[in-house]
């Protein structure tokens, strides 16, 4: 009985091996997905049992070996040298623990492709060596570490310390060439750990349900300068060794480091961008807001808790828009438009240090507690700073965006609180955490009226401040705090639909901008012919009038419509990044060709994931595109993010089975 249910849970939860500790807690685990997943299979009016049958669901994350129940790292001292000629960083870790659990015999941690040279035990300030085991290699979760902690005194151990080496190839990191950067002087290195890419540079509990704080020191070359997400100071001296301290426990994935050829400008007293020269004075005009997206914030949603707040602008290879590392966010360059019409990604970042960094989703599967609030706050910040009509636009942008998306996705991949079902965490950032769960958020404050539903938010961050929240502990939060102060606006079965069921309630609230109503009305005249293209009025549109306009147009326009609206107003050769990307999307779709060398070039430039798959995505529905997109990728994969590799590779490699 005890091996049949240790086969079913070892194939549920896609793990290659289990402690016989963990399957009894795994056991009621699936008890509870049965009878989950059972309940939201039935009509909702079940739902008063929800939170009593629900509430027993507290389970190990599915993406980690971790056995973070019995003992998890408090703290992590790093003492690394990143060497820019083998791609690899190489050095130790300690890691100090918090034993829960009595006799607690092993830690078991998680690494991906790691050398590992060897593990000591520390008790009583005495290092001795340990004995290790690396289990096996799992495409996606890596191979688990497994550190013996008995010792021949018997005594409790405090710390681990392990050598290692991560691979040049390691899929948390990337190392470009001087040549493929900004300033064409240095090398650059960078990391992204989220979601489960920590442990390809540091073996570690890599899973959002443990916070730690850490302290490191970093060797490199001497003409490069490492960041962290940690207390940067911005007078540190170019001299290849540097330290870190972070004293707020954060979790694995918020762990960041990059080093290159960095310099930088403050834009207040408490905020400034880290950037290559060449681009250092155009993203501190850029965003040169964030001091005041940052009080507007903690008006709104209680204070700021990080110290400093700085920005650093990586190169245009970041498969991501941004990154919220904390203290630090990573941002995209393709967000530098000269006009600030993309700066509601830095509203985004910046909102993760309340929603993600400060309380953060226990696992994967709760990606919409980190995402989908910040969605909404990002928006409630571009409203404060660019006034309601701008975020108005930019929420119906977004919901355009979801809608297409929930035309494409499998219906079961619709849910906020989502079964990934073993699939790699890294396809769990779809619109669905995002815009679906803005869209919540919107719901609840609709109902609510903002003066509680902001109080409540408040409320929120401070109960569960520094600490990991699961979808079924916020909903019994909310229905304690929120539900059931306030009865008769919003019952629990709605917000179990919210959550658990698929699509979009029918009662979505469905925001409209007056600006693209105006945006309509043209459109419909030009595309009637009661006016032409020269007497479109245009002079006040910004970018967002400009994209909703793009995205709204007909995917069959004929080659002359093409080639007017291209004399009139260049999109072809537009700098907006945003701008070019709709507009080659609609050229790929009307089969107008003209923007192929452009395209190229865009493809070629840029790694950022949203802007580049939807591209490859539309060439390869022909057979000359799927041609042009594979040239293209031969050149570009070499400067291309491995995430963003894998994703070309899978959009490449299903359209090489139709020609
Ligand atoms: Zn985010």
């Not at 400034?272 to 709104?300: C, H, R, S, W």
């Not at 404060?384 to 636009?393: N, T, V, Y």
């Amino acid at each position: 009985m005890f091996s049949r249910i240790k086969n079913i849970i070892m194939q549920q939860c896609d793990i290659k091996d289990i402690k016989p500790g963990l399957v009894l807690r795994y056991f009621l685990y699936l008890c509870a997905v049965i009878l989950s997943c059972h309940l939201i299979s039935i009509p909702a009016h079940s739902s008063e049992k929800y939170s009593t049958q629900q509430s027993s669901t507290t389970y190990q994350d599915e993406y980690t070996y971790a056995n973070y129940q019995d003992v998890s790292i408090e703290h992590a001292y790093l003492d690394l040298a990143v060497n820019f000629e083998q791609h690899i960083i190489e050095g130790f870790v300690d890691l100090t623990l918090n034993i829960h659990k009595e006799n607690t015999d092993e830690l078991i941690l998680d690494t991906r492709d790691l050398t590992i040279q060897s593990v000591l035990i520390n008790t009583n300030n005495q290092w001795v060596n340990a004995k290790y085991q690396l289990g096996q290699t799992d495409e996606i979760l890596g191979a688990k570490l497994i550190v013996n902690l008995t010792n021949s005194f018997n005594k409790q151990v405090q710390k681990v310390r392990v050598y290692y080496q991560s691979a040049s190839h390691a899929s948390g990191l990337q190392w470009l060439t001087a040549e493929q950067t900004a300033s064409k002087n240095q090398p650059f290195m960078y990391s992204q750990n989220q979601p489960v890419h920590a442990r390809s540079w540091i073996p570690i509990q890599d899973t959002p349900s443990v916070r730690m704080t850490y302290k490191a020191r970093i060797r490199s070359n001497k003409n490069v300068l490492a960041v962290m997400s940690a207390n940067n100071d911005p007078n540190t001296p170019k001299d290849g060794d540097y330290s870190f301290t972070m004293p707020q426990a954060i979790p694995a994935y918020l762990i960041a480091l990059a080093v290159g050829d960095l310099h930088f400008q403050a834009m207040s007293d408490m905020t400034g961008v880290y950037a290559e020269l060449p681009l250092l004075d155009k993203a501190a005009n850029e965003f040169n807001n964030t001091q005041a997206m940052i009080d507007v914030t903690e008006k709104l949603f209680g204070g700021y808790r990080w110290g400093r707040y700085d920005l650093l602008i990586l190169p245009p290879s970041f498969p991501y828009g941004g990154m919220e590392n904390p203290r630090l966010s990573f941002i995209t360059p393709t967000v530098i438009a000269g006009d600030k019409s993309l700066v509601n990604l830095i509203a985004h970042e910046l909102a993760h240090s309340w929603s993600g960094n400060l309380v953060t989703n226990e696992t994967w599967r709760d990606l919409w507690l980190n995402e989908g609030v910040t969605s909404y706050i990002e928006n409630r910040i571009m409203e404060e700073i660019f006034g309601e009509s701008r975020a108005l636009m930019e929420q119906s942008l977004s919901i355009q965006h979801l809608q297409h998306q929930l035309t494409q996705l499998p219906a079961n991949e619709t849910i906020l609180y989502v079964d990934l079902g073993g699939k790699n965490p890294d396809e769990a950032f779809t619109s669905i955490p995002y815009i679906k769960g803005q869209l919540f958020f919107m719901y609840l404050e609709n109902a609510y009226g903002r003066a509680v539903f902001d109080k409540f938010l408040v409320q929120y961050f401070n109960d569960h401040a520094f600490k990991s929240v699961s979808s079924d502990s916020f909903m019994t939060y909310m229905e304690a705090n929120l539900l059931n102060k306030h009865p008769d606006k919003v019952s629990k079965k709605k917000v179990v639909e919210w959550i658990f069921q698929q699509g979009l309630p029918t009662d979505t609230l469905k925001p409209t901008s007056n600006k693209f109503r105006l945006v309509d009305a043209q459109s419909h005249l030009l595309l009637n012919a009661q006016i032409k293209v020269n007497q479109l009025v245009t002079s006040n549109w910004t970018v967002h009038e400009w994209l909703y306009f793009i995205n709204n147009l007909p995917r069959d326009l004929s080659i002359d419509e093409m080639i007017t609206l291209d004399e009139h107003f260049d999109f072809t050769n537009s700098t907006n990044d945003e701008i070019s990307h709709v507009w080659y999307l609609l050229a790929l779709s009307n089969n107008y060709r003209v923007i192929m060398p452009k395209l190229e070039q865009y493809l070629l430039h840029i790694g950022r994931r949203k802007l580049i798959i939807p591209l490859y995505k539309a060439l390869v529905k022909s057979e000359s595109g799927f041609n042009f997109a594979t040239k293209v990728y031969t050149q570009a994969k070499p400067f291309y993010h491995q995430l963003a590799r894998n994703s070309v590779e899978m959009v490449l490699n299903e359209a090489k089975l139709k020609y």
